[in-house]
């Protein structure tokens, strides 16, 4: 079997990556010119130079005799002043690969599949626990990331009406290894006792690697043109971050900060970008994301893909620090780490 991989420097093309290979998959695995590769060919893949907003580029970077391409590669930016830079990665980025798939698997003598990584923010923001039957609300450009995300899907739903076979894959909050960005970024604040206060949200996390698992399920099982909500464990940020700050050894916080709070702040942060153009640390999308309760409902994922974890919220989270104290990332002393 051979694979296409978009997003493989990142923390879920890793995990994704890893298990290809395990599988005996051959990987080819596409970055942006001047990435580095270190960790793709440690992994196994061969990496291919190309951009998602080049046709050519992609046609020319994808290998004969493809079985799947597994779109990851995604811009996941909350300030206004990236909106531009996103549409290209997220919307016209989706809308590429989709045609370059398509003509590529026409034009080999078996069938291809394309699996696109979307994300819960497709969905845009509910009042009750989303599943695969609820309307896609991601409407408002105030919300970019969100509003990126509901029309990448448009785009590549296109190119299924002229013939792709393409599946989409929704994760909430992905929780694990590899990942340096994301919720890493809790560990190093807590760590380094930086964390300005604990927001009033919730989510679904899920681990990142049951969501690769799920990928190469929904290429051997998935149907065309679904989507597969990938939720977890629910839980508030006061929960998520009070584990964390147990892994790290620091005090557990208790109370959180009101979201009107949170949303001045970036209020007043936002008007202070506009004058400095550097993003802030706190921008209003993102005080929107973590002032609400965002959380799914994975039954069609565990039933047609068999998608699922028996890792708790706190075994997650246990692999991101163990993997990160690993790397030389997050520095603790013998301490601060509890027992396994």
Not at 237 to 246: N, P, V
Request: glycine fraction near 8%; charge should be negative.
């Amino acid at each position: 079997m051979r694979a296409f991989v978009t997003g493989g420097t990142g923390f879920l093309g890793a995990n994704l990556i890893e298990q290809l290979i395990d599988d005996g998959w051959q990987v080819t695995a596409m970055h942006r010119p001047g990435s580095n590769t270190e960790r793709l060919c440690a992994l196994g893949a061969t990496p291919v130079e190309a951009s998602l907003d080049d046709l050519n580029s992609l046609r020319r970077a994808l290998p004969a005799d493809l079985d799947a391409v597994f779109h990851l590669a995604g811009n996941t930016n909350m300030w206004r002043g990236g909106n531009d830079q996103q549409w290209r990665d997220n919307v016209i980025g989706s809308a590429m690969i989709a045609r370059a798939a398509r003509e590529h698997f026409a034009a080999q003598s078996k069938p291809g599949r394309l699996i696109v990584t979307s994300s819960i923010s497709a969905y845009g923001y509910q009042t009750s626990a989303i599943n695969e039957d609820s309307p896609q609300l991601a409407d408002d450009p105030r919300h970019y990331y969100l509003y990126t995300k509901k029309r990448a899907e448009q785009a590549v739903r296109e190119e299924i009406s002229a013939g792709l076979d393409a599946v989409f894959l929704n994760p909430c909050a992905i929780v694990g290894k590899y990942d340096v960005s994301s919720w890493a970024q809790t560990f190093f604040l807590i760590a380094n006792d930086n964390l300005p206060g604990v927001p009033p949200g919730a989510g679904s996390f899920c681990h990142a690697g049951a969501v690769a698992r799920a990928h190469i399920n929904a290429f051997h099982k998935g149907r065309c043109g679904e989507n597969y909500i990938l939720a977890g464990t629910d839980a508030s940020f006061l929960e998520f971050f009070g584990i964390i700050a147990t892994l790290v050894g620091k005090p557990v916080p208790t109370r959180t900060t009101p979201a009107f709070v949170i949303r001045a702040i970036a209020a007043l942060n936002d008007l202070g970008s506009r004058i400095s153009g550097r993003e802030p640390a706190v921008t209003p999308e993102k005080a929107a994301m973590l002032t609400r309760r965002v959380v799914a409902s994975s039954d069609k994922a565990a039933r047609e893909l068999g998608y699922g974890t028996a890792l708790t919220l706190e075994d997650m989270l246990r692999e991101s620090r163990d993997w990160l104290v690993d790397q030389g990332l997050l520095k603790l002393t013998e301490s601060q780490v509890e027992p396994a």
